[in-house]
């Protein structure tokens, strides 16, 4: 019988001193030891460059030059500058053509503010979207490309915005250069009303 209640005692025992150790294994401020394999936001670093972020600055073209034109000054380049002014979709002289309805034709236009720039929004009054390419002119006097793509029939009524985001540019802007080509859907005039132009202004 002393026996049985010893051995009794002696797992009643054990079996206190892995509860109170059980207990124990929290962080010591009253709070439980976080799961394996779960994430305490809590710790967690603050995100990096959080405290360099900085507003986007939106800007449209203040001068603009074109490879040609239909006729100056409705229908010129510089018709593609400020914000867009075509009343609607249709052959309106508030936007930029080529001279003639089927050729390659290329858009240089200039911005107040050089940036790091992330998107680059075009705005087409007619026949969108035969823009096949668009770069950023980087600090060497070079071309970037940062869209290139076939001209494809638009199912959605004009004017037509084509955002095209930006990436990976590590220099400061003010120019970009867009490409139409007319020659492949037989559509006409791809007329260019307004281009936005969306970066960080940095240092």
Do not use: H
Request: with cysteine; charged share 20%.
């Amino acid at each position: 019988m002393l026996d049985k209640k010893r051995f009794i005692l002696v797992w009643l025992l054990l079996f206190l001193s892995l509860g109170v150790g059980a207990c124990q294994t929290g962080r010591g401020d009253g709070t439980a030891a976080p799961t394996p394999g779960v994430i305490d936001r809590a710790f967690e670093p603050t995100p990096p460059g959080w405290a360099e972020y900085q507003p986007l600055l939106r800007q449209w073209a203040v001068a603009a030059e074109a490879s040609s034109v239909y006729v100056e000054p409705e229908w010129g380049a510089e018709q593609a500058t400020g914000p867009p002014d075509a009343p609607g979709c249709g052959d309106y002289q508030f936007a930029w053509a080529s001279a003639v309805s089927d050729e390659v034709a290329t858009l240089d236009l200039t911005y107040e503010t050089p940036v790091y720039v992330s998107e680059i929004i075009i705005i087409q009054s007619f026949n969108p979207n035969q823009v096949v390419k668009v770069e950023v002119l980087d600090p060497d006097g070079e071309y970037i490309v940062v869209y290139q793509d076939s001209p494809v029939v638009v199912d959605r009524p004009c004017p037509y915005s084509l955002a095209v985001p930006v990436e990976e540019l590590d220099f400061k802007s003010d120019t970009i250069r867009i490409t139409v080509d007319q020659s492949v859907l037989g559509l006409g005039w791809n007329e260019i009303d307004a281009v936005r132009l969306v970066g960080v202004e940095g240092e």
